[in-house]
């Protein structure tokens, strides 16, 4: 079988990070049936700076041919005062809208060995297995009206945030879906106290939940759900939420594996495309140190061999070997405790690579 995969390495830790999980798809994939053609592209402030544009035409292009694509992160200080449509920010939006990736899929999971390196108490976070399935097309991020406008001699500020049926039906079946395969529990978040995008969205989960009896479904505001994520994560299977709660608890989910170097996600439309990157942003802070987690993004890669190309075996064989590094002590500084080895992205990478074997 032969696979083509569209590799957007994008900005700051990106690349390093992105060679790394190439690497580990090149040594997990290398006897094995599976052939993988990885073909470059640009996006994000690499993009802008190459062609004048964060989500050129060509990579559109490249995105729509590819059986998958992986990406690393985009954005930095330099492009932040640029026009909004040609920030980086932007570049990842489109790809996401023009495949039409509007299930986003982050799991959060601790891997028992990194049980010290969360920022909570090891029993809170013991064994803890969250899927938090985004919508991620939709929502205050693609709404319209939206921009500056001029009212009452002052500037403001204003966006829309809308949800169809449709959206937050097929968003909410991804959801239900998965917790079939999990533990059956779906906990949708909202803010119908407030808002009327909220009061449809909830309706509709609970229209979808008919069609899965054995899943059960509860709804929780997303004030609540931030303090319960941090209380007691266990109580949760399967969280199903709109785009911007699904961005802020994401990361905040994250922390509890131990670092948001840690979080891996797929996105996925309903042709069977699929897009890959690590939950994290593009870290300027540390970018070109070669000191950035790659375990997101060589997650991620997983996800990509699982989702995309049916190879549930390889995506195995890739967790497994991450689990065998953790074992060894290896740890990059953001997971780092006294009693581990501190490694370079490059040496984390190794490190998987040789624990396929
Ligand atoms: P960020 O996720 O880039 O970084 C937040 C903090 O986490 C930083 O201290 C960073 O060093 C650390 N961090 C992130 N990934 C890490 C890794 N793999 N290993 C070790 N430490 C890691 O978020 P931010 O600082 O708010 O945003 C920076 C830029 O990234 C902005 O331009 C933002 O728009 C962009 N961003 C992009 C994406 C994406 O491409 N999907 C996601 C989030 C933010
Ligand atoms: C993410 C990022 C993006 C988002 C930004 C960079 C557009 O934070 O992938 O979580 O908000 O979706
Ligand atoms: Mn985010």
């Avoid at 640009?42 to 590819?66: N, Q, R, S, V, W």
């Avoid at 920022?119 to 319209?144: C, H, M, N, W």
Wanted: net charge negative; glycine share 10%.
């Amino acid at each position: 079988m032969q696979k083509s995969i569209l590799v957007l390495p994008g900005d700051g830790i990106g690349p390093e990070i992105t060679e790394q999980a190439v690497r580990v798809l090149k040594a997990v994939t290398d006897g094995s049936d599976l052939a993988l053609n990885f073909v470059d592209g640009l996006i994000g402030g690499a993009a802008y700076d190459a062609a004048g544009h964060p989500f050129p035409e060509e990579t559109k292009k490249a995105a729509m041919a590819a059986d998958a694509v992986l990406l690393g992160a985009v954005g930095g200080p330099q492009y932040d005062n640029l026009d909004r449509p040609l920030r980086p920010e932007r570049g990842l939006l489109g790809i996401r809208s023009a495949m039409g990736l509007f299930a986003n899929l982050r799991p959060a999971i601790l891997y028992p060995q990194l049980a010290d390196s969360s920022s909570l108490k090891p029993e809170v976070v013991a064994g803890l297995d969250i899927l938090i399935v985004r919508e991620l097309t939709g929502g205050v991020y693609f709404g319209q009206p939206r921009g500056i406008r001029e009212v009452d001699g002052q500037r403001e500020g204003f966006n829309t945030m809308h949800y169809n049926e449709a959206e937050i039906e097929r968003i909410g079946r991804v959801a239900f879906e998965a917790a079939m395969q999990r533990n059956k529990k779906v906990c949708s978040v909202d803010k119908a106290n407030v808002l009327e995008t909220s009061e449809l969205w909830r309706e509709i989960m609970i229209r979808v939940a008919k069609d899965y009896p054995q899943v059960e479904l509860t709804h929780m505001y997303v004030d609540n759900a931030a303090m319960q994520l941090v209380r007691w994560p266990k109580q949760f299977d399967v969280m199903v939420t709109e785009n911007l709660f699904g961005d802020i608890l994401s990361d905040q989910a994250s922390m509890l594996t131990g670092s948001i170097g840690m979080l891996p996600s797929a996105s996925l439309n309903d042709k069977g495309q699929g897009l890959y990157e690590p939950s994290h942003g593009s870290a300027p802070d540390i970018a070109g140190q070669g000191i950035a987690n790659p375990l997101a993004t060589i997650l991620s890669a997983a996800m990509l061999l699982r989702y995309s190309f049916g190879r549930g075996d390889l995506a195995d064989k890739i967790e497994a070997a991450v689990s065998h590094v953790l074992d060894q002590g290896l740890r990059t500084a953001d997971i780092c405790t006294p009693q581990d080895r501190k490694v370079s992205t490059t040496q984390m990478g190794d490190a998987v690579v040789a624990a396929l074997d």
